[in-house]
């Protein structure tokens, strides 16, 4: 997650509430986030997934656009930025604009492939302060074919990327106004192949962003309203690219916020009984910052009341979580992924190798980037160069190795695949344990997932 804690900090600094402790943090944060990224840089420049040649236009689009972010905030090494943004300039076609350079995105089916994608390029460019002769001549290019934008998601990026020669009104047209609330839609994928809710979230936010620029149409509020209440459980929006895009958006808007005139203050009833100081009262210079308290909840309905002694604009979510026994656990909702692993025994002695299979099934459309986590049993170690060898013969595309989990990428996976992949866990030392869960999804669409129950193992002392 290096790059919101690259647009937390650059907020931070900016409203003048960066303090050295947090900025020590973060700063460590983002410096380990940068030698990651350096790891998927290609060689000439320009970024793929995996670091394999070659580099992908929208994400080396995406890599300038973050990167620029970045070193605005910590010092990095420009060049990858310049790197990039030759190879996007390799890249741009004779008319100005960018073609998909890939098989991917419903984007073709949304029309003229080419305008999101020239709307995204152009945005990141700008966005990292180009404004040179090919950024120019892709404008003139977008702007001859703006009319063509029809799909919200479309719509927002040419928007962003055009400003004011863009009409708010065709993106205010588009809202689903519900209440205090709006959100947009797509027909297609979004920028990582999201689908779905996610999706959604996406052009959301592309169109917050949007309609901020102008910053003064009646639907920003709805916008920001919708965005903060699909926040999942873990404070993001579900997928990378949906949290890059919301907290963007919503930072956006806190670069004038409406700061109280007087302290605020904050009470909290469960069940009609008050926690005393729960919340802090919101003050002038503190009004902006997220605020946490833990709910005596108790068994069947709960009421949760949250009172201010004032008007004011701010936002709240109520979060939960429980555990079940996985034999009590409720079926799982059909998904187009299915995960099953197995080992060749669950009891061996000491000294023995564990051979384990892990058969992942895709039932849905072709799609990009599934992730399987597998779970290790406490005590034993994968063997790593088994996983070195599968990339190499192209059976996965990426893996990391964890203490208690194996963490595999899946590239471009087509509707009905099946991946099996087979490795080899040995134990340390004599256990009776359980695995993690083992689970797999859709990177960009996690709601398409599916978990498996953890597995006994039992490792005896050698006799």
């Known amino acids: 997650m290096t790059y919101p804690n690259v647009l937390v900090m650059s907020y931070l600094r900016e409203s003048g509430r960066l303090t050295p402790e947090v900025a020590l943090k973060t700063e460590a944060a983002i410096a380990q986030g940068w030698q990651r990224i350096l790891s998927f840089e290609v060689s000439g420049g320009g970024f793929d997934w995996y670091g394999k040649a070659p580099a992908k236009t929208i994400l080396s689009a995406y890599g300038v656009m973050m990167l620029a972010d970045m070193n605005r905030v910590y010092p990095i090494d420009t060049r990858v930025i310049d790197r990039a943004k030759r190879l996007l300039d390799s890249r741009q076609n004779r008319d100005g604009s960018w073609s998909l350079d890939v098989p991917m995105h419903t984007w073709r089916q949304l029309g003229r492939a080419e305008l999101p994608l020239t709307a995204y390029v152009l945005w990141c460019l700008q966005s990292a302060g180009y404004a040179d002769a090919s950024v120019q001549r892709g404008l003139a290019w977008l702007e001859s074919h703006q009319a063509e934008a029809r799909d919200p998601y479309v719509k927002a990026l040419t928007a962003l990327a055009l400003g004011s020669r863009f009409p708010v009104s065709s993106i205010e047209h588009d809202a689903n106004v519900q209440g205090d609330a709006a959100s947009w839609d797509t027909a297609g994928e979004g920028l990582c192949h999201a689908r779905g809710n996610v999706a959604g979230i996406e052009a959301t936010a592309l169109s917050a962003l949007a309609l901020l620029r102008d910053a003064r149409s009646p639907l920003i509020d709805k916008a920001l309203t919708h965005i903060t209440r699909t926040k999942d459980e873990a404070g993001t929006w579900h997928s990378t690219q949906a949290t890059i895009l919301c907290l963007k958006a919503l930072l956006e808007a806190m670069k004038a916020p409406k700061a109280p005139d007087r302290p605020v203050k904050l009470t909290l009833r469960v069940n009609g009984k008050e926690i005393p100081g729960a919340f802090r009262a919101l003050e002038k210079d503190t009004h902006d910052l997220v605020q946490q308290a833990e709910i005596p909840a108790v068994a069947g309905e709960n009421t949760i009341e949250l009172e201010a002694d004032a008007d004011i604009r701010a936002t709240f979510q109520v979060a939960g979580r429980y555990y079940v026994d996985w034999d009590l656990a409720p079926p799982e909702p059909p998904s187009p992924v299915s995960i099953e692993v197995a080992y060749d025994k669950s009891d061996l002695v000491l000294g023995e ?70 490795y080899e866990l040995t134990p340390r030392f004599p256990i009776v344990a359980k695995t993690a869960a083992s689970g797999a999804y859709e990177y960009y669409t996690p709601q398409n997932g599916t978990v498996r129950a953890p597995l006994r193992v039992v490792v005896r002392e050698r006799r």
């Open 353 to 422: 190798t564990l051979h384990a299979t892990a058969t992942l099934t895709y039932r849905g459309p072709d799609t990009f980037m599934l992730i399987a986590d597998l779970g290790i049993p406490p005590g034993f170690d994968p063997d790593a160069a088994l996983f070195e060898d599968m990339v190499r013969r192209g059976e996965i595309d990426k893996f990391a190795l964890a203490g208690r989990q194996i963490t595999l990428y899946f590239g471009r996976v087509q509707s009905g695949e099946t991946r099996r992949i087979q």
